[in-house]
């Protein structure tokens, strides 16, 4: 959450091994789309979000990440 403004920024994340079925792609919420973990960790960012979410998928002990930031400021996320 912004600190400042209030504003929040969600992201929902799901881990899978497997899936069947076709991906809805364009939707309300934005782009949706299945990558790998390799993809994860290529994927073009200019503030490193994608990156920031490694851990969620690589390590079992977190089930959600939050990041209260304010404008123009570093930030770090916080795993639990």
């Known amino acids: 959450m ?15 091994t497997e899936y069947a079925g076709e991906l809805i792609t364009d939707c309300d919420e934005g782009k949706q789309a299945w990558i790998t973990i390799d993809e994860l960790r290529n994927t073009p960012s200019e503030n490193q979000m994608a990156k920031n979410y490694l851990p969620m998928f690589l390590e079992d002990q977190y089930s959600e990440a939050f990041g209260p930031w304010k404008d123009d400021e570093p930030w770090d996320i916080i795993y639990k």
């Open 2 to 16: 912004n600190q400042k403004t209030c504003d929040r920024f969600i992201v929902f994340l799901y881990k899978t």
